[in-house]
Structures are given as C-alpha cells and as structure tokens.
C-alpha cells in the first residue's frame, strides 16, 4: 500500500508514472521532482529495474493494475498521483483496464485528476462512472477554466476542481454540477507566490454555490512552516456521500 501525505487523498495507485508539461501548472511538477530523487536512490542502490529507469518518461505499468484489489480497507485513492490518466499517449485500452480495477475494487473511493480535459470527454463515451469513481480537472488559471466545461459534460458522479498550484484569480467561476473544490499554493524549489484574495475568493464563491470546499495549503518553499489555516481555521470539506 502507498500512503500518501497529500491531505485531502489517503493512498496512491500509479499503474502509469511519467508524464509530459502541457500548461502553467506543470511547470514546477512535483511529481517530476519526486521521480528524479525515487531515480537517484535507485542508481545510489545499482537498481536499476525501478519505474523510473528512463527518468519521467511515460510508462505503463500492467503489473500494478491489480494492486487496489489486495488492500481490504477501504480508502480514498489517488489514481496515478505520478502521470495524467488521460494523457495523449495512453492507450484507450489501458484505460479501460483501471476502470475495470475501480469497478472491481468497489470498496475504494477513487480520486482521478486530469488536465487534459479534451481527452477525457472524448474518451468519456467509453467509461463506465460508478460511484466510486471521483473525476476532477485542474485549472491553474483562468486561461484553462474551459476545463471545467469539459469535465461537466462527462458522467462522472462526483465531479471536482483542483485549483493547485493556484497561479492567478479565478473570479466568477461557474460551479454548476461540480461537487469539490480543492486550493492551494504551490511548494518546493521556486515555488510562484499566491495571492490569498485568490483562495477567499474561492472560498466565498463555493459556499455562495453550496460547493464543498477544502483548502490544501498556503505552499512556499516551507509549505508545512506556512500552513493551511485560512482566516482562523482549516477547510476540510469533502463531497457529500453519494
């Protein structure tokens, strides 16, 4: 089982690793951060048989696709914490294949995130949404808000936002249909300033549309000296059960 610190997930499933940058938010990826230091320990070891043998390449991982079926607890998991699902290179096939774990291992919640969004609706028509399964969209700025609009036309049940590393205001957003919204600032080596207007603004507008709220964190360099407490108190609102 792969425990995850990530506060609003408990546990990560990454039958894919690597992925390509397509828009802002990719920029300081941690998840390419995470990948190289995993690669540094192998070569430190002589291991040279681990996931990321060809650094932060695409690559699937058919072995993996069974893993969520041998942890009998039930848990929140992140789907493929370490690529994008939907990314262009990614087999229709392979997809399928994950759903048809998430639909077995109906005990889980599952937290899939995209940001390519296009491809999710095109392969939309070919999922089968059950409950357990959460779809979310991340919009960085409000030059990739059109995600949103994507993600609402799929049939996912419970739809989310998460709006991290939150990089510029997103004012007068459109929550109709979306269940979650998740904010937070970017962290680690030059990581971007966030304005908290940004996050009140945010915030403000979910509990306006009834939208559950959860704010991650402030980020910075030192994310944990700086916190998540917004005006007094931690938002840790999750979806209503469905």
Known sequence: MSLSAIEWTESTWNPLTGCTKIS??????YAERMARRLRAMELARGDFTGKYRDGFRLAMHPDELDRPLSWRKPQNIFVNSMSDLFHED???????RIFDTMLMASWHRYQILTKRADRLLACDPALVWAEQIWMGVTVENSEYTGRIDALRRTGAHVKFLSLEPLLGPLDDL????????????????????????WVRSLRDQCQRQRVRFFFKQWGGVQKKKNGRVLDGRTWDELPAPT
């Open 174 to 197: 459109d929550l109709t249909n979306i269940d979650w919204v998740i904010a937070g600032g970017e962290s680690g080596p030059g990581a971007r300033p966030m304005d908290p207007g």
């Open 90 to 96: 990614v087999p229709l096939s392979f997809i399928l």
């Open 24 to 29: 802002a938010g990719c920029a300081h990826c």
